[in-house]
């Protein structure tokens, strides 16, 4: 039975060894005394300023304010969302407006910091069901969507990440956002086993060869990376890291016989990760393996009955250690978490696995009775290790001027850049040329450096203006990459 939070064992370090470095960003290193000292300071500040919101967006740079802002809001018994910057315009005032936002923990906000004179020291302890965080992803509507996450979910899925991949390997590195719950798990695992988690600056998280002399000088044993990144990684620097987690329903053709590959099955539902497979050889379709101890996988044919036979596709059904739903909405959280209709007498009587995760995934056994990821049964997608939702594009793009439609859809650039596993977006989009031409003759001035091209030339230019002006709505990897008129 849980019952301790991330703060309790962050004290209990803080007492024992407040000098330890749980994280390290970049080259500096930060201990518990020091995320301390700031926690507090961001505590009563939030306390002077009364904030009425239940859920405190943070707007900041990856910092070690940035993780002792999601501390000071645990010791106010408060919950968090993180904000990545750069971020849309669009989606930080969607958050501000769902949150009910009175403040924000930003760039302003921590200049007004230092203004700070009197500091309050704070040992307030959380309860395991409570609030933790929101985290925002992709949504079918149009809108991103907000899950909850309790105390107790991180607290169960660290015990579960530590175990299966920490427990042989010296510090985890990571390259990944902020406002993904994987991210924050992985820091998690840092304060709770003071095992330091070394995070790379926005700047860095392509940049393989900085990334390999890092680990070399650190001594760094894991890392999770998106699976396109790791065949990259594993080309130059084969046996560097004992373990790489890749987060993939479709890898394929990705092995080491010296580096250990765990290819997990994750969505922000579950508390990212809820199965995990070793990878023992190079597949075509990289199994998703078999569920973590705190989950239980149902494979629902389309009658509502348990497969247990190979080979035949199904729906994904998770139970566990999953989320309290989505945030202001009761409707998508009834539709998505429902009643467990398959639960054990004994399960029933221990009021265990109450609520099942439709997950929307299609999958199959294969001869060893491991899942294999097949498709999505909407319109979602995996870009980059990420869950894209292809309503969420197409509404964003027909926001733009001069667009009619567009239709938003993934593919395999695998064979352009000779790197397996690499997906991309693509759209195809009705313009509105007419308009466009017409827009342009209405001022010469803007028209005149195009006067000796053709209509089609004028139109491809526009193709580029599309993304600059599609980020204003979406995060950068949810951008398509090609357009097709």
């Known amino acids: 039975m849980v019952n301790k939070c ?225 065949q990259i990684f594993l080309k130059f620097a084969n046996g560097l890291l004992k373990v790489i987690a890749i987060s993939s329903d479709t890898a394929s053709n990705i092995f080491s016989d010296k580096t250990t590959i765990k290819n997990a099955y994750a969505s922000t539902e579950t508390i990212a990760l809820s199965t995990i497979f070793q990878v023992d050889k190079a597949y075509k379709k990289t199994p998703i393996g078999r569920s973590l101890p705190d989950y239980k996988i149902y494979l629902i044919d389309d009658k509502n009955k348990i497969i247990t036979t190979p080979n035949k596709v199904g729906e994904i059904l998770i139970t566990g250690n999953i989320s309290q739903g989505y945030f202001k909405n009761d409707e998508l959280t009834n539709e998505k978490f429902i009643k467990n209709i398959y639960r054990s007498k004994q399960e029933i009587e221990s009021n265990e696995y109450e609520k099942v995760f439709k997950s929307g995934d299609l999958a199959y056994y294969n001869e060893n009775m491991d899942l294999v990821y097949y498709q999505r049964k909407d319109s979602m997608f995996n870009i980059r290790g990420q869950r894209v939702e292809s309503t969420e594009v197409k509404q964003a793009i027909k926001k733009l001027p001069n667009i009619k439609d567009a239709i938003v859809k993934e593919f395999d650039i695998s064979n352009i850049t000779n790197t397996p596993n690499n997906k991309a977006i693509y759209s195809g989009i009705v313009i509105d040329t007419k308009k466009i031409l017409e827009d342009y003759k209405d001022d010469k001035s803007s028209l005149a450096p195009f006067l000796d091209i053709s209509d089609d030339e004028l139109i491809s230019i526009d193709r580029v203006l599309i993304s600059v002006e599609l980020k204003q709505y979406l995060k950068d990897y949810m951008v398509p990459s090609v357009y097709i008129v």
């Open 6 to 230: 991330l703060i309790d064992y962050f004290y209990k370090h803080l007492e024992e060894n407040p000098n330890n470095t749980p994280l390290c960003f970049n080259e500096t290193p930060v201990t518990y005394k020091q995320l301390n000292n700031l926690s507090n300071k961001i505590a009563t500040f939030l306390e002077m300023k009364s904030a009425s919101n239940k859920v405190i967006p943070i707007h900041l740079d990856k910092s070690p304010q940035l993780v002792a802002s999601m501390l000071a809001c645990f010791k106010l018994n408060l919950a968090y969302t993180i904000i990545d910057k750069p971020a849309p315009k669009e989606l930080l005032d969607f958050i501000k407006q769902e949150t009910n936002v009175s403040l924000i923990i930003d760039d302003k906000f921590m200049i007004e910091l230092d203004s700070l004179k009197t500091v309050k020291i704070y040992k307030t302890r959380n309860n395991s069901d409570d609030l933790a965080t929101v985290i925002y992803t992709s949504g079918i509507t149009g809108n991103p969507k907000g899950v909850m996450i309790t105390h107790k979910n991180i607290i169960m899925q660290i015990f579960s990440i530590y175990d299966r991949f920490y427990k042989s390997c010296k510090g985890g590195l990571l390259i990944t956002s902020f406002s993904f719950i994987a991210t924050q798990i992985i820091v998690a695992v840092g304060i709770v086993y003071s095992e330091t988690a070394y995070i790379l600056p926005n700047d860095r998280t392509i940049d393989l060869k900085y990334q390999i002399k890092y680990i070399q000088k650190h001594k760094i044993g894991f890392s999770f990376y998106p699976p396109q990144l790791a």
